[in-house]
């Protein structure tokens, strides 16, 4: 006997079995219902979320023995040659091979027929934007004047390239990605049916790595049962598909924020050695810090297991908001970058260097304003003396000396005497902020997201959670502490401390197993209901 592919063997049979596109079934249910059904159909969405499958149910529904119906019987003559796909009243065409203009002349000249079984004759165009323009062109005269017992379905990943002309004559019905839960359910239950012991956390992994494609998903278990194991584990299926175990990341993480770049290049080097594709690689650390990021914000990222939260929540209070962003966008560059460089190896490990000393570069922007802050100043300097050129050298030097003396003297003197106060300093902040960001564009930015702690005997204390932005104001001490005695007129000191976020409240939520061991009660609620903790605050 012919083996039967899961994706073939559980592929939907009528609207209850598709998964998370109710948006549509409800509304062609309630078409059908109403006996208001379009003369053509539009599905988009991305590859494997049951466009096709649903074109063929919609078939099912119109043509079965007692329809049109909202619950094809799957079990008359009509229904089982639409599974089969052998209805001569049920045409499937891919756009893909058939994309001239003949083709579509073809059907044209069959729609002379009527059908010869059923109430109607629907032709399912799968990827139907590969049609020529003038395959097009010939169609719409068709969906101009169709004629009424026929119904055409379209169905195509590249929406955005059908000519306007002929969406506008189609009911278009967008299919979503289908989340990792419901494509984990669905596995859980396919090996249940076929007797298949695998790890959660390895089912979980396949409907990851199958991006929101339950097609996909029902391949990748093909293959992993192909290993013909008693159990399927967590790592047979990352040896199987390449894939860098999280576990990895947790430890490259901590390596960067420790400033170890030793054990990095030797985490990294083992993560080749193993086989592993360097550009998926990267984009298993750019997704790493997304949840990171992620998860700082206060969501729970679907993509990371429960059982992985909260190694990964322990690194959120390491980073800002804006750090996560420099960091994914270093990574994101270098994924670019990648594919040009002969080398790639030696490209990625100096980019991982880069993250590793994150809080010792120095911005160019930032450097290049200061370079023309201090120009600008000396200018101005120079500008300001005045015009002595009736005078000679020695007259100028003799009259003008004691008196400029004298007064800066007397102004340095009068600004060490005056005190500013914390109210002064706030009040006056963001016009300080806007007095510096033309010439200091980056610490500005770091300037109006820093907490002005307190101002003791004029220094003015100020604290911030980012380690770069820390480095920076920093490094820019002395001149941030000039810039602040010009403006307020005062002597004043400026002092950057550096302070990690306190613990937030937000913590993971417990796995069923941890809140069975707490109040079984609970856990048997949750178990009917299929619920979870949203959110878990510490008292």
């Not at 506008?168 to 979503?176: E, G, I």
């Not at 997201?449 to 004029?458: E, G, L, M, T, Y």
């Not at 380690?467 to 002597?491: G, P, V």
Request: charge should be negative; glycine fraction near 2%.
């Amino acid at each position: 006997m012919t083996y039967l592919v899961f994706a073939r063997k559980y592929r939907p049979q009528n609207f209850k079995q598709l998964i998370a596109q109710n948006h549509i079934t409800d509304t062609l249910e309630n078409a059908i219902k109403s006996d208001r059904i379009a003369q053509a159909f539009l599905f988009t969405g991305p590859r494997g979320v049951g466009k096709t499958s649903m074109a063929r149910i919609l078939s099912k529904a119109l043509n079965c023995k007692d329809g049109p119906t909202t619950q094809p019987c799957n079990e008359c003559e009509n229904c089982l040659e639409i599974t089969n796909s052998d209805s001569a009243d049920v045409i499937e065409i891919d756009g893909a091979s058939n994309t001239g203009v003949d083709d579509v002349r073809r059907i044209q000249n069959e729609l002379l027929y009527p059908p010869q079984k059923s109430q109607f004759k629907i032709y399912i165009i799968d990827e139907v934007h590969m049609l020529s323009k003038n395959a097009f062109n010939a169609l719409l005269k068709t969906l101009e004047e169709p004629p009424k017992n026929v119904k055409f379905i379209f169905a195509t990943t590249e929406p955005h390239k059908l000519p306007a002309t002929i969406t506008s004559r189609c009911q278009r019905y967008d299919f979503h990605r289908i989340p990792i839960k419901k494509i984990t359910q669905r596995i859980k239950y396919i090996t249940d049916k076929e007797n298949i012991t695998i790890e959660d956390q390895a089912v979980f992994l396949l409907a990851k790595k199958a991006d929101g494609s339950l097609r996909d998903a029902l391949s990748l278990l093909d293959q992993i049962v192909s290993i013909d194991k008693a159990k399927i584990t967590k790592n047979d299926v990352l040896d199987t598909f390449g894939i860098v175990d999280i576990n990895i990341y947790h430890t490259l993480v901590k390596n960067i924020i420790n400033n170890d770049n030793k054990n990095l290049l030797e985490n990294l080097h083992s993560v080749i050695a193993e086989g592993n594709d360097i550009t998926e690689f990267i984009l298993g650390l750019i997704e790493y810090f997304r949840n990171i990021l992620i998860l700082k914000v206060g969501i729970i990222p679907e993509e990371v297991h429960e059982d992985d939260i909260s190694e990964l929540a322990k690194y959120k209070d390491e980073f800002t908001e804006e750090d996560l962003l420099y960091v994914i966008t270093i990574l994101i560059d270098a994924k670019e970058k990648l594919k040009k460089y002969s080398q790639p190896l030696l490209f990625v490990e100096t980019t991982l260097l880069k993250l590793s000393n994150l809080d010792k570069l120095v911005d160019i922007e930032s450097l290049e304003s200061e370079i023309i802050s201090a120009d600008i100043a000396e200018k101005k300097t120079k500008n300001s003396k005045p015009n002595l050129k009736k005078k000679s050298k020695v007259e100028v030097k003799k009259k003008l000396e004691p008196e400029i003396e004298a007064e800066s003297e007397e102004e340095e003197e009068e600004a060490e005497k005056r005190s500013v106060d914390l109210e002064e300093i706030k009040l006056k902040w963001g016009d300080f902020i806007d007095s510096i960001i033309d010439d200091m564009p980056v610490r500005a930015n770091y300037l109006s997201n820093i907490i002005i702690a307190k101002v003791q005997k004029n220094q003015v204390i100020c604290t911030t959670k980012s380690k770069l932005a820390y480095q920076q104001l920093n490094e820019s001490r002395e001149q941030l502490s000039n810039l602040l005695t010009d403006f307020y007129e005062a002597k004043i000191e400026f002092v950057p401390e550096f302070k990690k976020t306190e613990e937030d409240k937000f913590i993971h939520s417990p796995t069923l197993q941890d809140i069975k061991k707490h109040s079984p009660e609970v856990a048997e609620i949750m178990k009917k209901l299929d619920g979870f903790i949203l959110r878990q605050e510490k008292k």
